[in-house]
């Protein structure tokens, strides 16, 4: 076989030569049953759990180290390490695994079992901040380690590094417009960093400028839409820029909560409650188009399963001993 066609054949099967190369080119699939609530629009879901580590941050993870590892930022010796309390801590645990760096996160001491459970599992090394703190408590622990010793540690710093929003760019853009053929006219997220949103909307907007990108926001500051962030009550990340968008879509909890569960019960798709936010905000979009008696074809994107927030069963009281 001439080498043209082994590498057809080999990403045909998928056949990889390290698990980091099986980041990406996730599935598209389309939504039927929340179809027949807005007719003449299309609705398909980016289904980013089929990443090695079970989320969207695996592209983000792996472009920012690639592009460290490039330019020498990252050397050998040296522990990756960043604030999260979630999916990008998986991706660069099972990424520096793959390529053999020792990884340190720093995330809120209330973080779920799970998490803890997953990181830990691939040797990484956990730092907990005060958990009144959130996320933004995490950001400054881990800053302040970084500063007192820098040399240690290479910190990618998810917030503000223009290669979260690039690796987007280079592979999620890219496939959503190839898996529609061209046909997107809307993509519609959730905003964590918002490197999905700003890179992949960027990417679709180079292929057609009229493409709309929206962001969806949680509307309150207090609110269990875990992976998302209220930009007005947070540290806002550097690689925000919500001019670029179309729109931010403010999305209640209970709503988003509701599409989860839907999702679950009519689609068979078990889904993390951010992907429910995703696509209750391309159902507001889909719903404009139907009032103004337009069409369309509205990719959300699903950025990881519900097991993730599963929790581990309360252990029974230890008994007592009879005196
Ligand atoms: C579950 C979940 N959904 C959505 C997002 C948002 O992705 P981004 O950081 O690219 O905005 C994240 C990011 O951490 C996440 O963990």
Not at 53 to 73: N, P, T, W
Not at 149 to 161: K, L, W
Not at 223 to 236: D, R, T
Not at 290 to 301: F, N, Q, Y
């Amino acid at each position: 076989m001439n080498r043209a066609a082994e590498a057809v054949r080999r990403a045909r099967v998928r056949v990889a030569e390290k698990i980091t190369d099986l980041i990406g080119d996730t599935p598209i699939v389309r939504l039927h049953t929340f179809e027949k609530e807005v007719p003449g629009v299309e609705l398909w879901a980016k289904c980013e759990f089929f990443n090695p580590g079970g989320s969207v941050k695996d592209r983000a993870a792996y472009q920012m180290i690639k592009d460290a590892l490039r330019d020498g930022r990252l050397k050998p010796g040296q522990a990756i390490i960043d604030s999260t309390s979630g999916n990008t801590g998986v991706a660069y645990s099972l990424i520096g695994g793959a390529l053999g760096f020792p990884v340190t996160l720093v995330m809120p001491g209330n973080v779920s079992w799970a998490r803890r459970k997953i990181t830990e599992a691939f040797g990484t090394k956990l730092v907990f901040s005060d958990p009144m703190e959130g996320s933004d408590g995490a950001i400054r622990l881990c800053r302040k380690m970084v500063d007192e010793n820098p040399g240690a540690y290479f910190y990618p710093d998810q917030y503000s590094n223009t290669s979260n929003p690039g690796g987007h760019y280079a592979t999620t853009g890219r496939e959503i417009w190839e898996q529609t053929e061209g046909r997107v006219t809307h993509f519609v997220t959730g905003i964590g960093t918002s490197g999905t949103v700003m890179g992949t909307g960027r990417r679709l907007k180079e292929y057609r400028r009229d493409i709309e990108v929206y962001a969806v926001e949680p509307a309150d500051a207090l609110h269990g839409l875990e992976g998302l962030k209220h930009m007005e009550s947070s540290i806002v990340p550097g690689i925000y820029h919500p001019e670029e968008l179309n729109g931010v879509i403010p999305m209640e909890t209970d709503e988003a909560w509701d599409v989860a569960e839907r999702l679950a019960k009519h689609e068979g798709l078990l889904v993390g409650h951010s992907s429910g936010a995703s696509l209750a905000g391309g159902l507001r979009i889909a719903r404009r188009l139907v009032a103004e008696k337009r069409t369309g074809v509205i990719v959300t994107l699903f950025p990881d399963r519900a097991e993730r927030y599963f929790e581990a069963p309360v252990l029974p009281p230890k008994p007592t001993s009879a005196k």
